[in-house]
């Protein structure tokens, strides 16, 4: 059973660029949720995907915006990059039905230079 | 606003000794708290969680106790071994919150042989 996948792992993008990042939640799970892990601190959310629709979201730019497939695969989108955007992503999925842990991936690391 | 804290940045223990780590919260409203722990170049990995109407929770090595009267939630693992060195993040998830994680800081654990 293959836990949350990200991809890609790393992306350099310049200021100014669009980047688009990919996860795959967990067989069962059909909740996920972004989060941006900036150097030596925790995780900030993002927001949170559920039914292909945005259920919440944090204290973030309208530059940051997601979307969520059938198969509950989820993209997180960031527009107008900023050196400040460059930060460990993490995606985690979650179920309902299956209480309240979440599992992390091991996250994209984007550097915007 | 919502926070969620740790109070000490770095704890420095020696192979076999007990580890606590301690963390304060500011929103009594929430409804559950989580202890993780991220390894370098990974996501963060579910320890242990607690919810509200409990003061503590034992799994293996390690225990969480929630005192709500000071907002303060801490992890106590026992006879830490090398493998347990990482960053430790607490976070809660206010009631009704869809499963939003608010994360502290993060404390580093080093354990010296």
């Known amino acids: 059973d293959a836990g949350v996948t990200q991809s890609p792992t790393h992306l350099i993008k310049t200021r100014g660029q669009q980047v688009t990042l990919r996860c795959s939640p967990k067989?069962?799970?059909?909740?996920v949720s972004w989060y941006q892990q900036a150097l030596g601190q925790g995780p900030q959310f993002i927001f949170q995907?559920?039914?292909?629709?945005?259920?919440q979201r944090g204290n973030f730019p309208d530059r940051f915006s997601g979307h969520q497939f059938p198969n509950y695969s989820s993209e997180l989108n960031v527009n107008a990059l900023l050196l400040g955007d460059s930060a460990l992503y993490l995606c985690?999925?979650?179920?309902?039905?299956?209480?309240?842990?979440?599992?992390f991936g091991p996250g994209t690391r984007l550097t915007v230079t | 606003g919502e926070s969620v804290g740790l109070h000490l940045p770095t704890l420095s223990v020696q192979e076999g000794d007990n580890s606590i780590i301690n963390c304060a919260y500011s929103?009594?409203?929430?409804?559950?708290f989580i202890w993780y722990k991220q390894e370098s170049g990974k996501g963060p990995q579910f320890i242990i969680d607690?919810?509200?109407?409990?003061d503590k929770r034992q799994g293996q090595r390690v225990t969480v106790l929630l005192n709500k009267t000071v907002k303060h939630l801490s992890l106590q693992i026992a006879a830490t071994q090398p493998g347990d060195s990482a960053v430790y993040f607490c976070?809660?998830?206010?009631?009704?919150?869809?499963?939003?994680?608010?994360f502290g800081a993060g404390t580093r654990l080093a354990v010296h042989p």
């Open positions: 995907y559920y039914e292909e629709e945005e259920r």
């Open positions: 976070a809660e998830t206010p009631w009704g919150g869809y499963n939003k994680l608010i």
């Open positions: 985690a999925s979650s179920s309902p039905w299956a209480g309240y842990e979440q599992y």
């Open positions: 607690i919810r509200s109407n409990m």
């Open positions: 067989s069962g799970h059909d909740t």
């Open positions: 929103n009594s409203a929430s409804d559950y």
